[in-house]
């Protein structure tokens, strides 16, 4: 088992930046598959950026060239490094981890068993 803690987020302007921290306690670290997911109010919950085990990212098509996802396994720390932010980028943020994900599933939040309780990030125009 695995307990994930988000950290980072907050208010910032439109073409701001945040990186967003999640830390890990629990669980062999450096073999599971992480994900950054976000809700925006009355909306579903969106895979933003994974990262398999070997390091490979998969990034949304939405913040594609914006957010970048990384690990650091040592430090049992999952990274999203927002840059140019918009106003429909704000929602609250979780990190989600697990094991045996398929790297096509690594932004399908029903293919993670554990996550954090997130954090919020708010972008004013």
């Known amino acids: 088992q695995v307990q994930l803690v988000e950290s980072g987020g907050g208010s910032v302007q439109s073409g701001g930046s945040l990186r967003l921290s999640c830390e890990a306690s629990g669980g062999t670290y450096s073999s599971s598959s992480l994900g950054w997911f976000r809700q925006a109010p009355g909306k579903e919950r969106e895979g933003v950026a994974g990262i398999a085990s070997d390091g490979r990212p998969t990034i949304a098509d939405s913040v594609k060239g914006r957010f970048t996802i990384s690990r650091d396994n040592a430090k049992k720390t999952l990274y999203l490094q927002m840059n140019s932010l918009k106003p429909e980028d704000t929602a609250m943020y979780y990190c989600?981890?697990?094991?045996?994900?398929?790297?096509?599933?690594?932004?399908?939040?029903?293919?993670?068993?554990?996550w954090g309780p997130g954090t919020r990030v708010t972008v004013s125009s």
């Open positions: 989600a981890a697990d094991w045996k994900i398929w790297r096509s599933q690594l932004l399908n939040p029903t293919a993670y068993a554990y």
